[in-house]
C-alpha cells in the first residue's frame, strides 16, 4: 500500500496592529507559494491597516477575528483552530502583543488561540526602535523566548515613524523562508506512522482486584506528542493512566497485557515505527476468579502465567515489521543489561533509564541511554517532553540512516 504522503505544513498566520502589518497579503503569498496552507487570525488593531478581505483573497480562506463568531466558531472552533496549527506565526506582532503574551491573557481570539495551541510559536515583532528598547519588551521578549518561542528579526532600518533603528518587520519573503524552514527541519517524521504503547497494564486476578505497577504513563505520552509534533501520524495505546492524551494522535484505551498486545498489532498496519514506552506485565492470572477471592486461610497462592512480550512479538514479525523501539527499566549496570534486552528482544533500538531510589518512574524528569546496533547516545537527564523530543530526533536519524544504510554508525558509532 502506498504511504500517506506529508501533507501541507499549516500556518495560523497571526496579524495583530502594527503598519507592518500592511505586508501581510504578500507574506501570505510567500508562505504559499512555499507550499504552506494559511489561516490568517486578525486582532482588531490590525483591521485598522488592513481589511479582512484582502487577507482572504489571498489566502482562500475566510478570515478570523473574533472569539464571538458563531458561525465560524461552528465551522471550526477555536480550540480546533489551535489544534489545526502546525505552527503559528505572528507578523507583525507589537509590543501590546507580546506584553499580552508573556502574561498568558486570553482577551481575544489571537492570544487564545496561542495560549491553546501545542504548535510552536514564531513571533515578528514590529515596532518603534524605543519601543523595541524599553526594558519591558526586552524582559517580555526574554520569557517568550524561554518558554520556547522563536523570535523572528526585527530588522533594522527605517521605521514607519521616520526614525531609523532595529523595530522593523523582516520582510515577508525571509519570514517564510525563516518559519518554513525552522518547521520543517522539527518535522523529522513527516510522512511516518507511528504506533506508541504506554501506561501500566493491569492484570485482573478477580472483579475487584489487579496487579499493576507505578507507571505514570508521562514518558510514552510525551513520546507520542513528540512524534505528532514531528509529523507523524501517531497512534497511542495506553495502560490506565491519570494524564489525558495529546491532541491529535489516535487513541486506543487497553487494560491488559492481552489487550495491549491486539491493540499494538492491530494499529501496527503500515506502521513505519513502533515505540514501546508501556511497563507491560510480565506475568497475568493463569484464570481470573469469576467471584471476590475470600479470605479463607492465613496464606494464598496465585497463579501466574508469562504475559505476552509485545515488544518480541511485533521484533519478530515477518512482514510488515516496523523500527522497533524498546524501554529498559534497570536498577543496575544499565549498559550491559540494556545491551543485552536490545539483542534479545531483537530490537532496533533501547533507551535505558535508571529507575528506583527516586529515579525514573512517576516523575517529570529523567535521563536516557539509547543504545542500537553499532551505536550509542545518552540523553542527559531534563523533563520528559524535551527528553521525548531528543529521544524522537534520534530515532528518527537512525531509522533515517538505516534505510539508507552505512550512515549511522560513521556518524556516532
Ligand atoms: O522485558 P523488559 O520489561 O525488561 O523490557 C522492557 C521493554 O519491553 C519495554 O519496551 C516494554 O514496553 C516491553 N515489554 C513488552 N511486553 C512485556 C514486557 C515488556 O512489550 N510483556
Given at each position: 500500500m502506498d504511504k500517506p504522503r506529508p501533507r501541507s505544513l499549516r500556518i495560523l498566520l497571526g496579524v495583530t496592529g502594527?503598519?507592518?502589518?500592511?505586508k501581510c497579503p504578500d507574506l501570505v503569498r510567500r508562505l504559499r507559494e512555499r507550499g504552506a496552507e494559511v489561516q490568517v487570525v486578525m486582532t482588531a488593531g490590525a483591521s485598522r491597516f488592513i481589511t479582512a478581505l484582502t487577507l482572504q483573497a489571498v489566502s482562500g480562506r475566510p478570515v478570523r477575528d473574533s472569539l464571538w463568531d458563531e458561525a465560524a466558531e461552528a465551522a471550526m472552533g477555536h480550540i480546533e483552530l489551535a489544534r489545526w496549527a502546525d505552527a503559528v506565526l505572528v507578523a507583525p506582532a507589537t509590543a501590546d502583543f507580546l506584553a499580552k503574551l508573556g502574561h498568558g491573557r486570553a482577551d481575544g481570539l489571537l492570544s487564545t488561540l496561542c495560549l491553546a495551541t501545542a504548535a510552536p510559536l514564531y513571533l515578528a515583532p514590529a515596532m518603534n526602535q524605543q519601543m523595541w528598547a524599553n526594558p519591558a519588551t526586552a524582559a517580555n521578549v526574554a520569557l517568550l523566548r524561554d518558554r520556547g518561542a522563536t523570535i523572528l528579526g526585527p530588522g533594522e532600518g527605517d521605521q514607519a515613524c521616520g526614525e531609523t533603528g532595529p523595530g522593523r518587520m523582516l520582510e515577508p519573503d525571509q519570514l517564510a523562508e525563516l518559519t518554513l524552514s525552522r518547521l520543517s527541519a522539527k518535522r523529522?517524521?513527516?510522512?511516518r506512522k507511528v504506533v506508541v504503547s504506554a501506561g501500566p497494564t493491569r492484570e485482573r486476578l478477580d472483579p475487584v482486584r489487579f496487579i499493576s505497577n507505578r507507571s505514570s504513563g508521562k514518558m510514552g505520552y510525551a513520546v507520542a506528542q513528540a512524534a505528532r509534533d514531528a509529523g507523524a501520524t501517531v497512534v497511542l495505546v495506553s495502560g490506565p493512566v491519570g494524564i489525558s492524551p495529546p491532541s491529535g494522535v489516535e487513541f486506543v484505551a487497553v487494560e491488559s497485557a492481552q489487550q495491549m498486545h491486539e491493540a499494538v498489532h492491530r494499529a501496527?498496519?503500515?506502521?513505519d515505527i513502533y515505540i514501546g514506552a508501556a511497563a507491560v506485565a510480565d506475568y497475568q492470572a493463569r484464570a481470573i476468579a469469576a467471584q471476590k477471592i475470600k479470605k479463607s486461610s492465613d496464606s494464598m497462592q496465585l497463579e501466574l502465567v508469562k504475559a505476552p512480550d509485545i515488544l518480541a512479538s511485533v521484533a519478530a514479525?515477518?512482514?510488515?515489521r516496523p523500527f522497533v523501539v524498546g524501554f529498559a527499566a534497570e536498577t543496575e549496570n544499565i549498559e550491559e543489561n540494556a545491551r543485552a534486552k536490545l539483542v534479545r528482544k531483537r530490537a532496533d533500538m533501547i533507551a535505558a533509564n535508571l529507575v528506583g531510589d527516586?529515579?525514573?518512574?512517576?516523575?517529570d524528569d529523567n535521563s536516557l541511554l539509547v543504545l542500537w546496533a553499532g551505536g550509542r547516545e545518552e540523553i542527559a537527564s531534563c523533563v520528559k517532553p524535551e527528553l521525548a523530543r531528543r529521544l524522537v530526533t534520534l530515532i528518527a536519524e537512525v531509522h533515517g540512516s538505516q534505510r539508507r544504510p552505512g550512515t549511522v554508525a560513521a556518524v556516532r558509532g
Open positions: 502594527g503598519i507592518a502589518a500592511y523529522v517524521l513527516a510522512g501496527l498496519a503500515d506502521a514479525l515477518k512482514s510488515g527516586g529515579l525514573g518512574f512517576d516523575r
